[in-house]
């Protein structure tokens, strides 16, 4: 396999690529609006919401804790989770400045 390259990039344009990898899946978005929309932190509801087997919540999840944009506590055999706000926000701040540079002078 080749390389990336991830070195000639700076850090905000490597920060933000990650972030993007990580939301391009469509269960990891549902996933997000499902947990953002609840009042408390969720459990097994996931599964049953979203319509995918165990394993592959549990992988979309363990995508998500990977930017810290999801936290998860342990309750006896349980992990429930909720949105980290911090990175929520972290994250926000970077896609708008991402989004707030752009200049549109197309054709």
Known sequence: MGLTKTQIFDERQNELAIIFKVLAHPARIAILQYISSQKACICNDIVEE????????????????????????????????????????????????????????CC
């Open 50 to 105: 979203i319509g995918l087997a165990q394993p592959t919540i549990s992988q979309h999840l363990k995508e998500l804790k990977s930017i810290d944009l999801i936290i998860g506590e342990i309750e006896g055999k349980k992990v429930c989770y909720c949105i980290n706000l911090n990175k929520w926000k972290e994250i926000q701040t970077l896609l708008n400045s991402f989004f707030d540079k752009t200049k549109f002078n």
